[in-house]
């Protein structure tokens, strides 16, 4: 199983040397498209191993000052190199054999630098902290351990990635954040997370 995890993994890679577009698509094309500005926390499930997290849905603050919905999960106890909370959420979408989907989301983290400046964490990057999966009952189908991501506004990064459904890999899709521990209390947002079939 461990073996396997990691060749998926590796297809997860390959797939982050393609760079995405922004798409247009019509509705049908949406599996997920998320902007937590219904507060619905409920559609998600957090689970953690050796660590304690919290998560809600709280405003995050915008360059122009405005607040805006995002899923928050916050460390409140961990160790480095021990334990993950994972992040489900919870409704599944279809993943049609053979097709490309374009995954996209964006994150920030609460940390703040001497200086004053919010950053990914700790001066490295997000990918060092979570990771973004898409999975089924069988294991993953898409894994990525996100880099810096494109900046664009209050410290937020955004990410977009694609990936083709093989054989065994069609039917219910879920997605799913996993948060791995820093030691130290700091709180992971997420926004606009998105994943479309290309048209
Ligand atoms: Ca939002």
Redesign the pocket.
């Known amino acids: 199983m461990l073996s396997s995890l990691k060749v998926l993994a590796a297809v997860g890679l390959l797939a982050l040397n393609v760079a995405a577009e922004k798409i247009e698509a019509p509705p049908e094309n949406v599996m997920v498209d998320l902007?937590?500005?219904d507060h619905i926390v409920d559609d998600w499930y957090l689970q953690t191993i050796d660590s304690d997290y919290f998560m809600d849905i709280t405003n995050?603050e915008w360059k122009d000052g405005s607040l805006?919905?995002?899923l928050r999960v916050g460390e409140i106890t961990g160790t480095k190199g021990t334990g993950q909370a994972i992040v489900k959420y919870k409704p599944s979408f279809d993943l049609e054999l053979g097709e490309e989907y374009q995954i996209q989301f964006s994150a920030r983290s609460s940390y703040v630098e001497s200086s004053g400046k919010v950053v990914p964490a700790f001066g490295s990057n997000f990918g060092d902290w979570l990771q973004f999966t898409v999975f089924n009952q069988n294991g993953n189908i898409f894994v990525a351990w996100p880099g810096k991501g494109d900046y664009y506004e209050k410290e937020w990064y955004q990410w977009r990635y694609r990936f083709t459904v093989a054989s065994g890999q069609d039917g219910p899709g879920y997605f799913g954040i996993i948060v791995h521990p820093t030691g130290t209390s700091v709180d992971w947002s997420f926004?606009?997370v998105s994943i479309i079939k290309v048209p």
């Open positions: 902007n937590f500005n995050a805006d919905p995002a926004d606009d």
